[in-house]
Nanobody, 124 residues
């Protein structure tokens, strides 16, 4: 059973930074993509960023490009999301997710494994 454990959420003022971490564990854990989605109250879950374990290719939503950076540590099976220049509209529960294959990288319904979520709140 694959488990994804997130950490690093919190409360920050607009313009500030936070770093989220997602550690993956489980027997024979191998997936192609691992990344982040977020969901604000009353809104659909939306894609934030994801990366390919093998190629290191990264994908970002337009709304976070140039502000967020996704990275990985293969030795720790951990993905990070560095979030800079945070805005109140970034407030949401952030979920780590992983999937096999690289198609549909921004479609949450294609991700098989999910973390429990971590709250990020940005105040103005």
């Amino acid at each position: 059973q694959v488990q994804l454990i997130e950490s690093g959420g919190g409360l920050v003022q607009a313009g500030g930074s936070l770093r989220l971490s997602c550690a993956a564990s489980g027997r024979n854990f191998t997936t192609n993509l691992m990344g982040w989605f977020r969901q604000a109250p009353g809104k659909e879950r939306e894609f934030v960023a994801t990366l390919s374990w093998s190629a290191g290719t990264t994908y970002y939503a337009d709304s976070v490009k140039d502000r967020f950076t996704i990275s990985k540590d293969n030795t720790k099976n951990t993905v990070y999301l560095q979030m800079n220049s945070l805005k109140p509209e970034d407030t949401a529960v952030y979920y780590c997710a992983a999937k096999f294959g690289i198609a549909h990288y921004n479609d949450y319904s294609h991700y098989r494994y999910w973390g429990q979520g971590t709250q990020v709140t940005v105040t103005s």
